[in-house]
């Protein structure tokens, strides 16, 4: 069975597809050919899989995220997701056990 968290945080095909046509296919951070599957909030942070959470990203900026240049990749990533969403929240982006996500 699979837990309410794991399905909460992973990356649907269709988020993907919607994520991949949002960015064009392409890296937000350096503009070439990415894939879709960068949290903006780790889903090891209970980021969920939604698109306003998700980033489409090259091999090598995905590894810089997850590294040494997060902190600066992560504010680039913040204004643009801000820049597509109008309401985008950092908060309704967590998946939290204690609320009713269904």
């Given at each position: 069975m699979v837990s309410n968290?794991?399905?909460?945080?992973s990356i649907p095909l269709e988020v993907k597809e919607a994520v991949l046509a949002r960015d064009f296919g392409l890296c937000v951070f350096c503009g070439r050919k990415g894939l879709p599957?960068?949290?903006?909030?780790?889903?090891?942070?209970g980021g969920k899989g939604v698109e306003q959470n998700i980033?489409?990203?090259?091999?090598d900026c995905h590894r810089r995220l997850d590294g040494v240049d997060r902190k600066r990749m992560l504010a680039?990533?913040?204004t643009y997701l801000k820049s597509c969403y109008r309401n985008w929240s950092e908060d309704?982006?967590?998946y939290?056990?204690?609320?009713n996500e269904e």
């Open positions: 968290w794991k399905k909460a945080t599957e960068a949290h903006y909030i780790p889903r090891a942070k980033l489409t990203v090259c091999r680039t990533a913040k309704d982006l967590v939290s056990k204690w609320r």
